[in-house]
């Protein structure tokens, strides 16, 4: 049910181990309880309450909240809020216990003013007298015999209720730790999804086909858990507690379909809308709405890349009209280096004048100018989905993209080798 529970017996055990067993009577507590009796008027009565309490809270405060504060690394200021909650339960019970006496105090000072007034001969005063001091002898035990319960019961039960509060402090703990890490596996999750779509997206994608759309290794790489787990939280089934070894039954309905379906819809529409990488009049693409991931999934943003661009521009006078020109990105995150190296290759003036028709430019271009590697097959889709994207007849045609690391391969010597395996010499 969501709820930290903490099993009685674990109670009862820690408190024997950290306690012992029960005490009843303290000594610095009782000399103060035995002088409740020493007189009955109001004011010595409540010194001697004020006393008791003070002491009752000393000991525990020494005796119970400071052991189990060692024993469980309580925080000070949790410490000090247990140290407040037992101070404050002292003083409400023996207070009450106060509370009590002086009324009964103050009706019988009234009854015995009334008895007086109505005494007619010595021996009723006398009898009034009387009947006052047993009066207020009975009530005086009465408190002395409540006072000592309550410091017998609060001394006792209170090592117990320590431990209990501590013990339900740290479940609450753990729960908390484990539902935020939770939270961050499924925050984790759902920022994948955009990834996902630019990967795998055709426009029909929803939560009901989601795991049917995706490749199980990449699944798992991107999101952290397989196919078979996100259909668990998605559809529910049965499961083995590990710890109790019984089938217990999930309903699965994590996800909200209405939500997960619509915010695919909405980004497979902004997706779509920014397609054409040629549009100038287009200030944002949209790796903007993709928000960075866990994994290496870190895109460049686009003004560092036309920037980079622009430098290269720079440093090789006339790179972009020159057809026979070739440019690679080896380690390919978003494509989007390769577009605006793309853009800048097909608005050229010697490639216009090589090249006049549009259609053939643009295919020279792809299939003889532009070359990059993509370390995984999520990104290598992402980025072919993105590079392509503006045509859907050239995503079928013959590029020079491949999924290769070309990271590993540096850090080996190999990097020449795999740039021939793949694209010749």
């Not at 529970?5 to 408190?15: A, M, R, S």
């Not at 909240?65 to 024993?71: G, L, N, R, S, T």
């Not at 994608?205 to 991107?222: G, M, P, R, W």
């Not at 430019?361 to 532009?370: A, F, S, T, Y």
Request: glycine share 4%; charged share 30%; hydrophobic share 35%.
């Amino acid at each position: 049910d969501g709820n930290a529970t903490v099993p009685t017996e674990t109670v009862i055990g820690k408190t024997q181990d950290l306690f012992g067993p029960k005490v009843y009577e303290i000594e610095s507590i009782q000399t103060h309880v035995d002088a409740v009796s020493e007189d009955a008027s109001i004011p010595a009565v409540d010194q001697h309450i004020t006393a008791v309490a003070k002491a009752v809270k000393a000991h525990l405060k020494e005796n119970v909240v400071a052991p189990a504060a060692e024993d469980y690394g309580m925080k000070k200021a949790t410490q000090n809020r247990l140290e407040k909650q037992i101070e404050q339960k002292v003083d409400k019970e023996l207070h009450r216990l106060q509370g009590d006496y002086e009324q009964q105090a103050r009706i019988a000072q009234a009854e015995l003013e009334q008895k007086k007034q109505a005494a007619t001969t010595v021996q009723e005063t006398e009898q009034a007298n009387a009947e006052y001091k047993a009066i207020m002898d009975d009530a005086l035990q009465s408190l002395v015999d409540g006072v000592q319960e309550t410091v017998n019961s609060t001394v006792a039960a209170m090592p117990q209720e320590v431990v209990a509060q501590a013990e339900q402090n740290k479940a609450e703990q753990e729960k908390k730790s484990f539902e935020d890490n939770v939270r961050d596996l499924l925050r984790g999750f759902s920022r994948t999804i955009p990834s996902f779509i630019m990967a795998y997206g055709d426009g029909d994608l929803t939560l009901a086909n989601f795991d049917q759309k995706t490749e199980a290794e990449v699944f798992q790489e991107v999101t952290g858990i397989t196919v078979d787990e996100f259909r668990f939280l998605r559809d529910g089934g049965d499961r083995v507690d590990s710890d109790t070894g019984e089938t217990a039954h999930f309903e699965g309905h994590l996800f909200d379909e209405v939500v997960f379906n619509d915010s695919v819809d909405e980004f497979w529409q902004k997706k779509q809308a920014l397609a054409d990488y040629f549009d100038e009049s287009q200030d944002e693409d949209i790796f903007d709405y993709i928000p960075p991931q866990k994994t290496n999934q870190i895109f460049t943003p686009k003004w560092v890349v036309s920037m980079m661009v622009d430098q290269l521009d720079e440093n090789n006078p006339g790179c972009f009209d020159d057809p026979t020109k070739k440019f690679a990105d080896l380690y390919m995150k978003s494509g989007l280096y390769i577009t605006e190296i793309v853009k800048r290759l097909y608005r050229s003036e010697g490639l216009k004048a090589a090249y006049p028709d549009v259609q053939d430019r643009i295919r020279h271009i792809l299939q003889e100018q532009v070359f990059g590697m993509a370390p995984t097959r999520i990104i290598y889709l992402i980025a072919t989905n993105y590079i392509l994207g503006f045509d859907e007849e050239l995503k079928h045609s013959i590029h020079n993209f491949v999924e290769a690391d070309a990271a590993e391969a540096s850090k080996q010597g190999t990097l020449d080798a795999l740039v021939e395996q793949h694209f010749g010499k």
